[in-house]
């Protein structure tokens, strides 16, 4: 079974910290994601990436950085954090991007940004 | 991607069949038709997906109408289990890898939330 885990389940951090979500895949897949989910805006994409080294914007990358070094391994940077981050953060990873591929997500990180 | 249709929520008796609908009237092609869902307080979980024939696997199954503008999602015996929320979801076949057609995102809309009675 593929796997998707998530570096933290709840992560409490201060305003203006710089926070490291990471994410990690054993599946060899090519494409990883980085969404937020809020209640009544459902899951929205902040980035992905189809290669180590390789990132594409998403649909709200305001605030936020990521990092691939290793095709395993997709870190989301909050560069610093604030109280409009605090939301379920779902990392995701899939073989290829056609619209057969399934996308496997990790359990979601809950960010609470005081 | 084109746009689906669920209903807000259902409600099922535990281990009766439920049947989920989908509405998506304006279906392409090479659009595949995904079923996740998500468990609270979890990531979401694929289900089943299809392009024209029904399919099963030992979660679900999934009948696709013929002219492809509905298709439903069927749990065949309900458990507390499987309480949760249900997404439909079209992905295009078509592959950019330049990101400017298909990046590979998933369109979550609202779904539909399942709730199992003992």
């Known amino acids: 079974d593929v796997k998707v885990t998530q570096s933290s389940r709840y992560l409490v951090k201060r305003t203006g910290e710089k926070v490291f979500l990471e994410c990690v895949q054993d599946m060899d897949h090519e494409n990883m994601f980085w969404y937020r989910q809020d209640p009544g805006l459902g899951l929205r994409l902040i980035y992905f990436s189809y290669d180590v080294k390789m990132k594409e914007k998403g649909d709200i990358p305001e605030g936020y950085s990521v990092s691939r070094e290793k095709k395993e391994r997709f870190s989301l940077i909050l560069e610093s954090a604030s109280t409009n981050q605090t939301s379920m953060y779902l990392c995701?990873?899939?073989?290829?991007?056609?619209?057969?591929?399934?996308?496997?997500f990790g359990p979601g990180t809950r960010l609470l940004v005081l | 991607d084109a746009k689906t249709t669920q209903p807000n929520s259902m409600e099922s008796n535990e281990e009766e069949p439920v049947h989920l609908p989908c509405n998506h009237s304006?279906?392409?092609?090479?659009?595949?038709i995904h079923w996740y869902r998500q468990l609270p307080s979890q990531g979401p979980e694929y289900v089943i997906h299809?392009?024209?024939s029904n399919v099963n696997n030992r979660m679900a199954s999934l009948a696709i109408a013929e002219d492809r503008k509905s298709s439903t999602l069927i749990l065949h015996r309900a458990t507390l289990r499987d309480a949760a929320v249900y997404y439909c979801i079209l992905r295009d076949d078509l592959v950019s890898y330049d990101g400017s057609s298909n990046t590979g995102k998933l369109i979550f809309g609202q779904g539909t939330t399942l709730q199992v009675k003992p």
């Open positions: 995701a990873s899939s073989l290829l991007t056609s619209g057969r591929e399934t996308q496997y």
């Open positions: 304006t279906i392409s092609g090479t659009d595949y």
């Open positions: 299809g392009l024209t």
